[in-house]
């Protein structure tokens, strides 16, 4: 097994990953979340989408044998474990716009966006390439009438997802940095990057 990688709190990290590998992705403290992004290593004009993926898996809530998609229509990582069992794939990673608009806060904030832009700049990607991310541990409910909230985490201290790579994969992650998020609280994520057995 790999080394544990920590991503410090409200920033992010960019790397690559080989069909079969694995990646876990640990919430050491509990109550953080993690956006993940993820495009095709060969052409990043291939990234994740929630609306395929929800189409394909008949499912807004996704968890341990689920898959994630591309805007393609293949499958980019299986989720072979996941201790929490609490993900969201509706919301967008927040950026400047989130904590102007939704927080009136108009003052320099660490986000998502920015993150995850950052990190992958070196692998070719703008700002217009970063999808809806995969929110790993975010807990977003929804009424009756659709009005969605975001709720704090239930992941608890060593709560974790176990990917596996269906293609060649780059890769964005964050320990996210919006307050409701992550109940207030700001924490790191670890990865650990497991490779396939040959």
């Known amino acids: ?21 694995f990646l876990k992705v640990i919430d050491p403290e509990g109550q953080q979340v993690s956006d993940m992004v993820l495009f095709n290593k060969d052409d990043i004009r291939e990234k994740i989408s929630n609306g395929k993926t929800m189409d394909f898996e008949e499912s807004i809530l996704l968890t341990k044998g689920n898959f994630l998609w591309s805007n393609r229509s ?14 969201d794939f509706l919301l ?19 986000s998502c966006f920015e993150n995850l832009l950052i990190n992958l700049e070196p692998f070719g990607v703008r700002p217009d390439d970063i999808p809806t991310a995969f929110n790993i541990f975010m807990n977003v409910q929804f009424d009756a009438k659709g009005k969605l909230s975001v709720e704090p985490p239930t992941s608890k201290a060593g709560d974790y997802v176990l990917f596996k790579a269906e293609i060649d994969l780059i890769v964005g992650l964050t320990a996210c940095s919006a307050e409701d998020s992550n109940n207030h609280s700001f924490k790191p994520i670890q990865y650990q990057i497991i490779e396939r057995t040959k």
Do not use: V, W
């Not at 960019?14 to 069909?19: D, G, R, S």
């Open 74 to 87: 293949h499958k980019m990582m299986e989720i072979l474990e996941d201790t929490n069992g609490r993900n």
């Open 92 to 110: 967008a990673p927040c950026s400047p716009a989130t904590f102007q608009i939704m927080y009136n806060n108009h003052e320099p904030h660490p």
């Open 1 to 21: 097994m790999s080394r544990l990688n920590t991503i410090r709190k409200q920033t992010g990290a960019a790397f690559t990953l080989k069909k079969g590998d």
